[in-house]
């Protein structure tokens, strides 16, 4: 029986058929939805710890004095470095960072707690380093900085400075959600040699010891970030290769797409925790 | 779980039994443990203890014992372990201890397939040699 012969059928009834029918197609797509939603959501989900900790708070009284002191906190090295650059013309259009943005402490303000995005132009997502490499080669057209360079990260650090102890703040909707999936997936999967995922440490058993540290709920809200054991500033990305490696994972290179998800990922977990730029670590 | 589909396609079209992965030797588990030890040489507890705090081993870093320094806790402390579990006990949870428990923190020390993104350097090794593993389970079943 075609559509059209049913519905005549049905009419023919009368109205309370009808509705029937419709009662009847609604309750089915109910339940399919219930069925689907509870498939993926069954897999793995998506948990903040609670209550929420920057990982300064599991540092020693020491590392707390160094970061709350702009003049001990040697990251502020690379943050005024940062500011000394925002000012620099650079490039054939010979023009500075603040030659279009004026102010960094008006124009960068909070910018770093929306990041990272979904560029428009590339429908690819983008962190701070990643927006900042963009603007010095398309804006500027000026030599483009390395990954994990000291000029990097001073600007880095300097633009994210700008938003120190503002709020962490990722919209997660269907520009960004297959990244933020694909962040989720990667935190939870079981990595290397050592065959463990992210979750497993800093979601299950934050707060332990691990030999003598304590494992802390690793969240991104201080990079980039001075580290004794560096005895420099890195980014994130760096301290994600660190755990790869300790993993004896394959370690992917800076800025692959793969950190980037979890970079997202872990700043929509980190959501309302203060950024700490320029943090500093044992 | 690609590596033992694929074990098993070799099984079958060998029609053998499916062997142990890569240089791994093959083991048998009864119920929650592996009676039969892995080498000929039987574990030597000294040996243990040094692989135990070692690099490969680096047991301490979750695992409390007596008498250990800088230790953590993010698994059950072992001292009177040697008591509490037999030696094929003890054999299962250091080869495998995903196989009781899917879920645990407890890294495979003797286990080369169904991994993910295993770096070049370790592909196809095991974190211990069995010969290690025997001295481990020699060294744990002193803790009493």
């Known amino acids: ?282 | 779980m690609r590596g033992l589909a694929w074990l098993a396609v070799c099984g079958v079209a060998a029609g053998c039994a499916v062997p142990a992965p890569g240089p791994l030797v093959s083991y048998r588990v009864t119920g929650d443990a592996i009676i039969a030890p892995l080498t000929a040489d039987a574990g030597d507890p000294a040996r243990g203890r040094r692989v135990f705090e070692g690099r490969d081993g680096n047991c301490f870093l979750c695992h409390t014992v007596p008498e250990g320094r800088f230790m953590g806790n993010l698994a059950s402390p072992l001292a009177g372990v040697g008591a509490r579990l037999n030696e094929g006990q003890l054999r299962l949870r250091i080869v495998d201890s995903m196989r009781l428990n899917r879920d645990t923190i407890m890294p495979s020390y003797y286990r080369t397939d169904g991994l993910n993104q295993v770096a070049p350097a370790w592909r196809g090794k095991p974190l211990l040699a069995a010969q290690e593993i025997e001295d481990v389970v020699a060294y744990l079943l002193t803790l009493r």
């Open chain 1, 1 to 282: 029986m075609d559509t059209s012969a049913r519905r005549r059928s049905l009419s023919a009834l009368g109205p309370k058929a009808d509705r029937a029918e419709v009662a009847l197609v609604r309750s089915f797509t109910a339940v399919c939805t219930a069925i689907l939603l509870a498939a993926t959501a069954s897999a793995a989900e998506p948990q903040r710890p609670a209550p929420l900790k920057s990982g300064i708070e599991f540092a020693s009284a020491h590392i707390r004095a160094l970061q709350a002191d702009d003049f001990a906190n040697p990251g502020m090295l690379w943050a005024e470095r940062g500011a000394k650059m925002w000012q620099e013309p650079a490039g054939k259009e010979g023009k500075s960072c603040a030659n279009c943005h004026g102010d960094a402490k008006a124009s960068m303000r909070g910018v770093a707690t929306r990041y990272p995005l979904l560029d428009p132009g590339t429908a690819r997502l983008i962190n701070l380093e990643g927006r900042i490499m963009q603007c010095r080669e398309r804006r500027q057209q000026a030599e483009p900085l390395r990954y994990e360079s000291d000029e990097l990260l001073a600007l880095t650090a300097y633009v994210a400075q700008q938003s120190r102890g503002m709020p962490i703040n990722v919209a997660i909707d269907w520009h960004n959600r297959r990244n933020f999936e694909r962040g989720r997936e990667t935190y939870y999967r079981r990595l290397g040699q050592l065959n463990l995922s992210c979750a497993q440490c800093h979601q299950d058993n934050w707060g332990k010891k691990l030999g003598p540290e304590t494992l802390t709920q690793g969240h991104g809200n201080a990079y980039p970030i001075y580290r004794l054991e560096w005895q420099t500033v890195g980014s994130l990305h760096r301290r994600f290769r660190t755990c790869y490696s300790a993993m004896r994972a394959e370690v992917p290179p800076f800025g692959a797409p793969e950190y980037l998800d979890l970079e997202l990922y872990l700043a929509w977990r980190a959501s309302g925790l203060p950024v700490e730029t320029p943090g500093v670590r044992r």
